[in-house]
Structure formats: C-alpha cells, structure tokens
C-alpha cells in the first residue's frame, strides 16, 4: 500500500512557464510534507517543505501548496529553468510515530525544454 | 550548511563478498540516521533506522543478518552488505538527521552508493 503517491512518472514543460507536480498521500497521520530533487546517481537535496498547519509555503521560484481535505500538494516551479530538469521526489512525515521516518513517492521526472 | 559525505559512490563486487558503506556527517552530530535503497525508477525505499549507540530499527522485509548497519558514533554509520548477490544491486543512499534544525527536518541526504554484484 503506497501511501505517498506520485502518479505522473514524467513531465515535459517548456522553459519559462509553470512546472506543478503533484502528489497525494493516503495516512490523515503525516503532517509535514517535503519536496526533494534528485539528478542521477545523486542523492536527494532539500527543496522545500510545508507543515499542515498551513496551505501555502514559497521560496523563491518554488512554492508548494497543501490541500488537507484532498490529501493533495503540488510543487509549483515558475518559471522552469533547464537546470530545473530532475527528478522530483514528494515526502511526508508522521511526527506521532516518533522516528520522523519519510515515506517517499516514486518520483516524478521533470524536462524543461529550453 | 550541513554535509553527509557517503563513499564509495560506486562498488562492483563478486558474488557472495561483502562490501561496506560508509556513511559520515561531516559538520555536526547525526542521533540518527536512516538506509535508503532505490531500485531504478522506484521510490526510494526505507531499509532501516539507527540511532547512534542502539541497534538498528529494520523495517519489515529488511534481513538484518544481510544488511549489518552500525551507528558508534554520532557521526559515523556503516552498512555492510554481507554475502553479495546480484539481486542486492541498487543504489544505497543514507540520510543523516540533525533534529535541532527545523526547516527540513534536518535531513540530510548522502551522495549515494551504486553496488553492483557481479
């Protein structure tokens, strides 16, 4: 049972215009969601992150949006840079399980095309 | 900002050797670290938990018999892949965790490790 979900495995978007990666989770539990980015043969960097108490965190060209109700957050690049081109990997966190463990989708990878 | 040096970053061994996977926090003090493994195009995949000076929480499906994962100190933690094969070939990534930083949860995350099994 995956409870993190990432159900595009890929996304083509033209430099300049917006990049939304989407991600749903299933565990009402996690409360606090992370968005990492992996090139090849790389381990993941920290991109940004959103505690449940709010809808909306921002960061530069980077802003992730939270939508309890759904079980739904999305990245939003804008504008993509061809450097932006990586894969996107969605977590979630459930701090009452006590060992802030990351439960990981499976990543979606995203092209900007110059 | 905080740095988690992994090495090798890549290994190719013979089946039934074991190889060993160290993974260091280099400017402050992990309690505790985490053991990923990502198959190609999959999620990546939490193989254990370790908390310096205890042993190992492994998830379930996990052997820990295979998968010898030591935390002694707080800023060393090693996996050794024990008795190889090729099914074992994945990437291993660890993750360091410095839980007075807030922002991330401060996770931090190794360059990652390629085994190959031959």
């Known amino acids: 049972d995956q409870q993190v979900k990432q159900n595009s495995p890929s996304l083509s978007v033209q430099e300049g215009r917006i990049s939304i990666l989407n991600c749903d989770y299933t565990?009402?539990?996690?409360?606090?969601f992370l968005w990492y980015k992996k090139y090849p043969a790389e381990g993941p960097t920290f991109l940004i992150s959103?505690?449940?108490?709010?809808d909306k965190n921002e960061d530069g060209r980077f802003t992730v949006f939270l939508n309890k109700s759904a079980k739904h957050l999305s990245l939003h690049i804008v504008p993509s840079q061809p450097g932006d081109s990586a894969v996107y990997f969605c977590?979630?966190?459930?701090?009452?399980?006590?060992?802030?463990?990351?439960?990981f989708g499976k990543g979606t990878k995203l092209s900007v095309i110059p | 900002g905080a740095v988690v040096s992994q090495h090798p970053s890549w290994v190719i061994c013979k089946s039934g050797t074991s190889v060993k996977i160290e993974c260091r926090s280099l400017?402050?003090?992990?309690?505790?670290m985490f053991w990923y493994r990502q198959f190609p195009k999959q999620s990546l995949m939490l193989m254990a938990t370790?908390?310096?000076?205890?042993?190992?929480?492994?998830e379930q499906g996990v052997e820990k018999d295979k998968f010898l994962i030591n935390h002694a100190s707080l800023t060393l933690s090693t996996l050794t892949v024990t008795s190889a094969h090729p099914e074992d070939s994945s990437f291993y990534i660890c993750?360091?965790?410095?839980?007075?930083?807030?922002?991330?949860?401060?996770?931090?995350f190794g360059s990652g490790t390629r085994l190959t099994v031959v």
């Open positions: 993750s360091a965790a410095n839980y007075g930083q807030g922002y991330n949860y401060g996770y931090t």
């Open positions: 565990n009402s539990m996690f409360d606090y």
């Open positions: 959103i505690s449940s108490i709010k």
């Open positions: 977590a979630a966190s459930d701090p009452g399980a006590g060992s802030y463990q990351l439960t």
């Open positions: 400017d402050f003090q992990a309690t505790t």
């Open positions: 370790s908390n310096e000076g205890s042993k190992a929480t492994y």
